[in-house]
């Protein structure tokens, strides 16, 4: 008996010291894991809202990249981390949504197992060849990969990341299966990109505009149905003559499930206040990012988002062998 209520009386006080701890929250550093290599998509959009969130919450956000499996890696790591809103992770298309039809044992579900923070941008996919790739459009493009597609090297970021499925829909509507060639994220693939050790990739914008305007890789067409200002001399598709090939992805904040809810209002606050500020906002869009208006943002429009985006996916890519 009095053991017993000694272990209530102890249970009571450590509800008590939780919710304090919610209350006071951050007190220390907040670790944001970013599934993929520095230098790329998920890294920069991470750093770029990370910065100002971190002055907001009067805390330092460190940026820790985890990198394998396309992601998984990390968001298996992220799932399983305490949930008290130190540990939380930048998502995208493809760790919370591609996965769930390219991992049969995932080890945890984009849906069920995190708690929704915020989409932090949209980014349009964009078409890419290395410099030297002899086609000078998109047209000439698809023909060439036609032709040569036996020693083509595609790079991607691993099974399910973005540029891995929408180069999946794009070698499959052309109907060609190259060599695919992974890396840790697209930032080194970028780098082999511009070296000429790979021939093409699709990747989110973010990556792509500072090459392309630097002349250092070639942009073929941007897969969205309007041009896009920060490239606004690239094609769209269905301009370049693929009209069926219309896509973008997008990188979301979330933290482990069960993080109490006075720590997501404030993490949504300062996610929703760094995507009000003119300096992260020129940065985004600058990139050529698209920043969620109001209806896109917080916890309930991601929720829907991953939800859409797994029914979406999850038949393009089952079987897909590639
Ligand atoms: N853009 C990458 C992808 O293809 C990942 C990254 O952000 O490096 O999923």
Redesign the pocket.
């Known amino acids: 008996m009095k053991i017993a209520t000694a272990v209530s009386a102890g249970l009571f006080a450590l509800g008590l010291a939780g919710s304090a701890a919610a209350q006071d929250y951050p007190t220390r550093n907040i670790t944001l894991i ?4 520095a ?7 991470s750093r770029i809202v990370g910065e100002h969130m971190a002055r907001t919450l009067g805390q330092t956000i460190l940026i820790e990249n985890v990198v394998g499996a ?2 998984t890696t990390a968001s298996t790591r992220a799932a399983r981390a305490a949930n008290d809103g130190y540990t939380l992770i930048t998502g ?4 919370h949504a591609a996965s769930v039809g390219l991992y049969p044992n995932l080890a945890y579900n984009p849906s069920t197992d995190f708690e929704p923070i915020g989409v932090a941008a949209g ?1 349009p996919i964009v078409i890419l060849g290395r410099k030297d790739l002899p086609p000078k459009d998109l047209k000439e493009f698809i023909a060439y990969l036609k032709a040569n597609e036996a020693k083509l090297n595609q790079a ?3 099974i399910a ?6 180069c999946v829909l794009l070698n499959s509507i052309i109907g060609i299966k190259p060599v695919a060639v992974p890396f ?4 080194p ?1 970028m780098n082999a990109l511009i070296g000429g050790q790979v021939d093409y990739m ?3 914008i ?2 792509t505009t500072q090459q392309i305007q630097g002349g250092l890789i070639k942009g073929y067409a941007i897969a969205t149905a309007a041009r896009n200002p920060a490239l606004p001399d690239l094609p769209t598709t269905k301009e370049a003559g693929l009209p069926e090939y219309e896509v973008s ?1 997008w ?1 979301a904040l979330f933290a482990p499930k069960g993080t109490p809810k006075p720590v997501l209002d404030k993490l949504v606050a300062a996610l929703d206040k760094a995507l009000d500020d003119e300096s992260v906002r020129k940065r985004l869009l600058d990139l050529g990012s698209d920043i969620p208006g109001k209806d896109r943002r917080g916890p309930a429009p991601l929720a829907a988002l991953v939800k859409s985006e797994v029914a979406r996916w999850t038949p393009i890519l089952k079987g897909a062998a590639n």
């Open positions: 970013v599934p993929f290599a230098g790329g998509p998920t890294d920069v959009i396309g992601g995208h298309m493809g760790t980014t991607h970021a691993g990341s973005v540029s891995h499925t929408t840790n994220g697209t930032g693939a699709c990747d989110q973010v990556n992805a990188n």
